[in-house]
């Protein structure tokens, strides 16, 4: 098959473009034409990997995607696709991956905290009424033939907010690869790892992984610092952002405990230095980092609104918060995994959870709607 793949950056730093870039890879090692057209890439050397350039204005978050959805649009009509895949809100795909989840959840669940005249203009953002605008065509114009929900959770707010039938939502759960994320990574990387940050072998090392603060709940997770129940901790922040602007949020006699880190190409280094991993989210339609973690062996501690909550059984392979604004809920659930024995016994379940998501198991599952649109 010849298949064109929308996604305006193409960078590896996040678990979600690093999830897509194995997808590709998969599906032209199964030996399908793939086109990417973005607007900036990591380029790729696979022979039947093609990267096409879409220009956009950069003068802002509203006009850089508005003119990628008008100009990528444009490109693909210039050859002729088996399938054409969009990862970002555009016109003209035939499938839409949700992988960014419902934008008009996210907008409730961001104005939940905030006054109501500043919910008003977040809601009347010229860039916010635009991925809204995309968002209800692709959703109910009939254009778009099929959907992608990348959890169970993104399927339900899509049904919730949008006049959109049931059958042409799939619900196709992103994958991992359990090679390169794996338990034994611990007895390579633990140790050297910790020296090189400066952290105890008996200190609990908890582990945040992801870009977009506000939205992964960084705030809410440096408050909790201040009601965990043990000393001898400390915490691990990776991701691309601010840091200095959300470590106000910590209390000042906490910080000194608190490590942050720009993206690192050999994040599985982290993850197995870690002892366990938390992502308190507000809204997250899936959150790779949850699969990363659980194919490490590392229990998981995630929010009711990140779709990985609905594959987490919880106390068995990790725990989920009720309420992302509460501090105290996600001390809670830290302070549950103080306990060795019991990181240990939700380790090993959190590697069995993860060995049901395969990246082969994702890959087959998209071929198989490719088929039955052709």
Not at 68 to 85: A, C, G, L, N, T
Not at 107 to 132: A, D, E, T, V, W
Not at 202 to 218: A, D, M, P, T
Not at 240 to 258: D, Q, S, T, V
């Amino acid at each position: 098959m010849k298949i064109a793949i929308i996604r305006q950056k193409f960078v590896l730093y996040g678990g979600a473009e690093q999830f897509a870039d194995g997808f590709i890879h998969q599906l032209a090692e199964s030996g399908h034409e793939v086109h990417i057209f973005s607007n900036s890439w990591t380029p790729s050397h696979h022979s039947k990997i093609n990267h096409h350039f879409v220009g956009v204005l950069g003068l802002n978050a509203f006009f850089r995607t508005l003119s990628f959805s008008i100009r990528v649009s444009r490109k693909i009509r210039e050859q002729h696709f088996d399938i054409i895949q969009s990862h970002e809100k555009t016109w003209g795909q035939d499938i839409y991956r949700a992988g960014d989840g419902c934008h008009i959840k996210w907008l409730h669940q961001r104005g939940k905290k905030i006054s109501p005249i500043k919910k008003f203009f977040l809601f009347i953002n010229p860039f916010h009424q635009l991925i809204l605008m995309l968002e209800k065509n692709i959703f109910e114009s009939g254009q778009c033939k099929k959907i992608i929900a990348i959890s169970q959770m993104v399927k339900e707010d899509i049904l919730e907010n949008y006049k959109c039938p049931p059958e042409k939502i799939s619900v196709v759960y992103n994958g991992v690869d359990l090679d390169r994320y794996h338990p034994g990574n611990k007895n390579i990387y633990r140790k050297s790892i910790r020296n090189q940050l400066g952290i105890p072998e008996n200190s609990v090392l908890i582990l945040f992984v992801g870009s977009g603060f506000e939205r992964k709940g960084l705030e809410f997770l440096l408050k909790s610092t201040e009601y965990l129940a043990k000393e001898n901790w400390r915490l691990l922040l990776m991701g691309k952002g601010n840091f200095e602007k959300f470590m106000r949020y910590a209390p000042a006699n906490k910080r000194n405990r608190i490590i942050t880190k720009e993206p690192d190409p050999k994040i599985e280094k982290f993850y197995a230095a870690a002892d366990l991993f938390i992502l308190p989210s507000i809204y997250e339609p899936f959150g790779n980092a949850n699969l990363e973690a659980l194919a490490t062996g590392l229990p998981v501690i995630t929010t009711k609104y990140c779709g990985a909550a609905n594959i987490i059984d919880s106390k068995k392979n990790g725990l989920v918060v009720g309420d992302p604004y509460n501090p105290q809920e996600i001390a809670e659930k830290i302070n549950y995994l103080f306990d060795l024995s019991t990181r240990e016994s939700m380790g090993r379940k959190a590697r069995e959870l993860a060995e049901q998501f395969p990246l082969e198991r994702n890959s087959r599952e998209m071929v198989e709607i490719y088929k039955t649109m052709i």
